[in-house]
């Protein structure tokens, strides 16, 4: 289940996805999972904010935060509105972000990338990326918060199976919310082409 940008372009066009996917995800089913039970729509500090990535977040320090977890690179105002929008417009990128309102700045942030495949009755896979909380907001359940929305938006969106990978250190994390190692798949291997930056 893809959500579009509809043609006119005239809904939420500074948002990557439309922000009201976010609402009613299903909280009950890992209730368990995050104690005090915080959600995306009330995330513990009336100044958090959960939504969906928007093309002003350049200027609330979204690609200092993605620093924090890799190399960013060289990335001007217009790539990233450029790049905003080729996303926006393949409707499969929910990157979702958590931001402090007090100083409108982006403290959390995780990728939803969802794929359409031939398998599973046409399904659609879904595959976690690039999460990352800022240092100072560490104690919060932030990181909790971040991948738990984008784990039920994948399961709202009807993806069949949701992948990521993780460090050693991390496993444990992910095993907590709810994710396991598959058997015989456990290592990631990956072909890297020459960096451009």
């Known amino acids: 289940m893809y959500y579009d940008m509809p043609a006119n372009g005239d809904f939420h066009t500074s948002y990557l ?3 009201d996917i976010l609402h009613g995800l299903d909280w009950k089913s890992v209730q368990s999972k995050v104690t005090p039970f915080i959600t995306n729509e009330n995330p513990g500090e009336d100044y958090f904010l959960v939504r969906p990535l928007q093309i002003e977040d350049y200027d609330k320090g979204y690609l200092q935060l993605l620093s924090q977890l890799t190399t960013v690179g060289d990335v001007s105002k217009t790539d990233f509105e450029v790049q905003f929008r080729k996303m926006q417009k393949a409707g499969c990128y929910f990157v979702t972000v958590i931001e402090d309102i ?54 709202k969106l009807g993806s069949y199976k ?36």
Do not use: W
């Open 17 to 19: 996805y439309n922000p």
């Open 102 to 155: 007090r100083d409108s700045r982006i403290i959390g942030s995780a990728t939803l990338v969802t794929e359409l495949k031939f398998i599973h009755k046409c399904g659609e896979r879904a595959r976690l990326e690039d999460v990352v909380v800022n240092n100072t907001y560490r104690g919060k359940q932030l990181g909790k918060l971040i991948v738990l929305t984008v784990t039920l938006l994948a399961k």
């Open 162 to 197: 949701m992948s990521l990978d993780c460090k050693d250190q991390l496993i444990q994390f992910y095993k907590s919310l709810g994710y396991s190692l598959e058997p015989g798949n456990a290592n990631t291997m990956m072909l890297r082409y020459e960096s451009k930056l």
